[in-house]
T-cell receptor, first 113, second 119 residues
Framework: GNSVTQMEGPVTLSEEAFLTINCTYTATGYPSLFWYVQYPGEGLQLLLK?????DKGSNKGFEATYRKETTSFHLEKGSVQVSDSAVYFCALFSTGGGNKLTFGTGTQLKVEL | GAVVSQHPSWVICKSGTSVKIECRSLDFQATTMFWYRQFPKQSLMLMAT?????????EQGVEKDKFLINHASLTLSTLTVTSAHPEDSSFYIC???????????????FGPGTRLTVL
């Protein structure tokens, strides 16, 4: 079946530091890949997505590249801000998985001044 | 993106009572909605798929009689936690899949969630 593995958190960074959150996946077929973000007290919001190999999703300074050869979709940002503090979820969608989203366990990011 | 609302945003109830949570799609009609449960510091667990005009589809291990789902209209789905117990305390989140008109079919739009605390 489909699965998503994320690095465990929490990840604590200083403002303006470089961020990487690792995500790898197992899926049947050709999944679409997503990063969702959940700010404190709020629901999940779509951050970025990629639908095929070598696609790069980007939004708000975050980016992730769909790597089929390594089955990865790592999230990166060159310079984080305090306002980026949130929980980040990697997810995949595959028609072979019953048209459902499969989520990773989430990685909490804390950015300090 | 599409707007999805949930009501209430939080609820506290006594053990043994039932609680109803509403999920509304404000921007477009949705024949399908999803209900998730999120435990503290854990991922979202898909509980069931709510289908307009037919029975909900429950994931393995989710009690159908415990978590009643009714897709009342093309913009409303409800989740009723029956005879709630402390172990049902959790964060319940609904989502609406995108359509070709708004977003894409593989994208989901999430409600803000409902925090249920059972005493």
């Amino acid at each position: 079946g489909n699965s998503v593995t994320q690095m465990e958190g929490p990840v604590t960074l200083s403002e303006e530091a470089f961020l990487t959150i690792n995500c790898t996946y197992t899926a049947t077929g050709y999944p679409s890949l997503f990063w969702y973000v959940q700010y404190p007290g709020e629901g999940l919001q779509l951050l970025l997505k990629a639908t095929k190999a070598d696609d790069k999703g980007s939004n708000k300074g975050f980016e992730a590249t769909y790597r089929k050869e390594t089955t990865s979709f790592h999230l990166e940002k060159g310079s984080v801000q305090v306002s980026d503090s949130a929980v980040y979820f990697c997810a995949l969608f595959s028609t072979g998985g019953g048209n459902k989203l499969t989520f990773g366990t989430g990685t909490q990011l804390k950015v300090e001044l | 993106g599409a707007v999805v609302s949930q009501h209430p945003s939080w609820v506290i109830c006594k053990s043994g009572t039932s609680v109803k949570i509403e999920c509304r799609s404000l921007d477009f009609q949705a024949t399908t909605m999803f209900w998730y449960r999120q435990f503290p510091k854990q991922s979202l667990m898909l509980m069931a798929t709510s289908n307009e005009g037919s029975k909900a589809t429950y994931e393995q291990g989710v009690e159908k009689d415990k978590f009643l789902i009714n897709h009342a209209s093309l913009t409303l789905s409800t989740l009723t936690v029956t005879s709630a117990h402390p172990e049902d305390s959790s964060f319940y989140i609904c989502s609406v899949p995108g359509t070709s008109g708004i977003g894409s079919t593989d994208t989901q739009y999430f409600g803000p969630g409902t925090r249920l605390t059972v005493l």
